[in-house]
């Protein structure tokens, strides 16, 4: 069946430097991944997207890159700050297809240290 | 919008007892979603609506669990009986599923404790 796998599943940076979170993905049909981010405690929350259509896409200090060939995709996170210190979830779904379900990753756990 | 809406937000009950979640999507979104999450398991997907129709069960992880959604503004997630190991963070969401609009909005959970 579908399978989404993500790395690292804890990671921790200095205050300042980037933060890197890759995913694999098993449905060559996938074409929405959404990256959601949970704060301890709280709801997952949509933090950036990508369609694939597209290779790269950029929101201030975060971005995701898509390779498809290679059915994987990455979060960047650049100048990080003690605030994105959270659980990040990957996801990957085949919208227009028979499902519009989300396949999420296991979660990668990044401590931004001061 | 006051987002998705999930009634209890925190629930203690004993092995054996009936438990109902309840969930109220955002106006408009067309599809609703009921997730599980632990430390061991992550985030699974039970079940998941499109129109009120049960469109994916196949996390439901067995007859103890059901879902209902009778009307678009409401939905259920029913354990019976209940066992220690359904203790999780239960979330539902919600999506408009229209052209370009695939976000899903989660609501608070209902952390569930089963003793």
């Known amino acids: 069946g579908e399978n989404v796998e993500q790395h690292p599943s804890t990671l921790s940076v200095q205050e300042g430097d980037s933060a890197v979170i890759k995913c694999t993905y098993s449905d060559s049909a996938s074409n929405y991944f959404p990256w959601y981010k949970q704060e301890l405690g709280k709801r997952p929350q949509l933090i950036i997207d990508i369609r694939s259509n597209v290779g790269e896409k950029k929101d201030q200090r975060i971005a995701v890159t898509l390779n498809k060939t290679a059915k994987h995709f990455s979060l960047h996170i650049t100048e990080t700050q003690p605030e994105d210190s959270a659980v990040y979830f990957c996801?990957?779904?085949?919208?227009?297809?028979?499902?519009?379900?989300?396949?999420f990753g296991t979660g990668t756990l990044l401590a931004v240290q001061p | 919008d006051a987002g998705v809406i999930q009634s209890p937000r925190h629930e203690v009950t004993e092995m054996g007892q009936e438990v109902t979640l309840r969930c109220k999507p955002i106006s408009g979104h067309n599809s609703l979603f009921w997730y599980r999450q632990t430390m061991m398991r992550g985030l699974e997907l039970l079940i998941y609506?499109?129109?009120?129709?049960?469109?994916?069960d196949s996390g439901m992880p067995e007859d103890r669990f059901s879902a209902k959604m009778p009307n678009a503004s409401f939905s259920t997630l029913k354990i019976q009986p209940s066992e220690p190991r359904d203790s999780a963070v239960y979330f539902c969401?919600?999506?408009?599923?229209?052209?370009?609009?695939?976000?899903?909005?989660f609501g608070p959970g209902t952390r569930l404790t089963v003793t």
């Open positions: 969401a919600s999506s408009p599923v229209v052209a370009g609009a695939y976000e899903q909005y």
């Open positions: 996801a990957a779904s085949n919208y227009g297809g028979a499902t519009n379900k989300l396949i």
């Open positions: 609506f499109n129109n009120n129709v049960p469109i994916d």
